[in-house]
């Protein structure tokens, strides 16, 4: 529930839509669960883009869709602009990956 895993939860994310150069929909729910009632689920739903941008983020109390709208013309302008994707060579690794 909350607490450490609600500020990883704003950290992960993003960073990995930075280090693949996609956009990530991360979902959670809100509230307690039964039987447990352990502890509450803190929301906070959203959408991030390859630059790590938050896009759109939904409630941490209230069930609710969270939209956004996804420029996918971003994931090859961020490749392209940051160098580990631009400079990959994939090729190179055909060697390694045989069977």
């Known amino acids: 529930m909350a607490g450490l895993s609600q500020h990883l939860w704003k950290l992960e ?46 409630s941490e109390d209230k069930d609710e869709v969270v939209v956004a709208d996804l420029d996918l013309d971003l994931i090859d302008e961020v490749r392209q602009t940051w160098q580990f994707y631009r400079d990959r060579r994939p090729e190179a690794y055909d060697e390694l990956v045989r069977k």
């Open 13 to 58: 994310q993003p960073a990995h839509a930075v280090a693949n150069g996609y956009f990530v929909g991360a979902n959670n729910r809100v509230g307690t669960e039964a039987p447990w009632n352990i502890g509450r689920f803190y929301g906070s739903s959203y959408f991030v883009n390859p630059r790590g941008q938050f896009l759109a983020e939904g």
